[in-house]
């Protein structure tokens, strides 16, 4: 079965960097587009950026365009999101999930970054 | 920016049915997507393309789409179903950037 496990989550102050990781298996991986979902606490679930599944493709939301590079190893089944310039309202859970047409149909448990001095 | 926009709340009793609602000025153009998300948990997908019911999920929900608003309906609700509610679809310009609507808290009791 499809299984998405992230990683790389934690505390880390205004301005700095952070790399998520998200490590897939139950599916050939380098067959589908990724994205990746936060969700702030408390709050609704936003789109943050999509992959497409040979790498040449990406696509970012609007508050995080120029700060966050998403990418991916296909030889190692993983998806990546490199944040910069991180700022409090960064603050989230963020998820991978495995794109099926126009929609995720596989999530993973989310990892928790907070942004914070 | 593209904007799905849901009401923040719905209430029913067990057994009534509940309705979603999700509009967007794409929508006539572009599928909606339905994800429940209990307390703690990742979302499901419950509805994909509009109307279509992945396997697993119960045949009480069930999706539709008429101009600009997309509904999600749940009939005969449970109290399991009690859960938080977004609507996704994609932006107009070409299936690159998602969105979300603000979600829907449903409680039944």
């Known amino acids: 079965q499809v299984q998405l496990v992230e990683s790389g989550g934690g505390m880390v102050q205004p301005g700095r960097s952070l790399r998520l990781s998200c490590a897939a298996s139950?599916?050939?991986?380098?067959?589908?587009?990724m994205h990746w979902v936060r969700q702030a606490p408390g709050k609704g679930l936003e789109w943050v950026a999509v992959?497409?599944?040979?790498?040449?493709?990406?696509y970012y939301a609007d508050s995080v365009k120029g700060r966050c590079t998403i990418s991916r190893d296909n030889s190692n089944n993983t998806l990546y999101l490199q944040m910069s310039s991180l700022r409090v309202e960064d603050t989230a859970v963020y998820y991978c999930?495995?794109?099926?047409?126009?929609?995720?149909?596989?999530w993973g448990q989310g990892t928790l970054v907070t942004v914070s001095s | 920016s593209y904007e799905l926009t849901q009401s923040p709340s719905v209430s029913v009793s067990p057994g009534q049915t509940a309705r979603i609602t999700c509009s967007g000025d794409?929508?006539?153009?572009?599928?909606a997507h339905w994800y429940q998300q209990k307390s703690g948990q990742a979302p499901v997908l419950v509805i994909y393309?509009?109307?279509q019911r992945p396997s697993g999920i119960p045949e009480r929900f069930s999706g539709s789409s008429s101009g600009t608003m997309a509904t999600l309906t749940i009939s005969g609700a449970q109290v399991e179903d009690e859960a938080d509610y977004y609507c996704?679809?994609?932006?107009?310009?070409?299936?690159?950037?998602?969105?979300f609507g603000g979600g829907t808290k449903l409680t039944v009791l």
């Open positions: 999930a495995k794109e099926q047409l126009v929609y995720f149909d596989s």
């Open positions: 139950g599916f050939t991986f380098s067959s589908y587009g």
């Open positions: 992959i497409s599944y040979d790498g040449r493709n990406k």
């Open positions: 794409a929508l006539p153009k572009k599928f």
């Open positions: 393309e509009d109307i």
């Open positions: 996704y679809s994609t932006d107009s310009s070409a299936n690159h950037r998602g969105v």
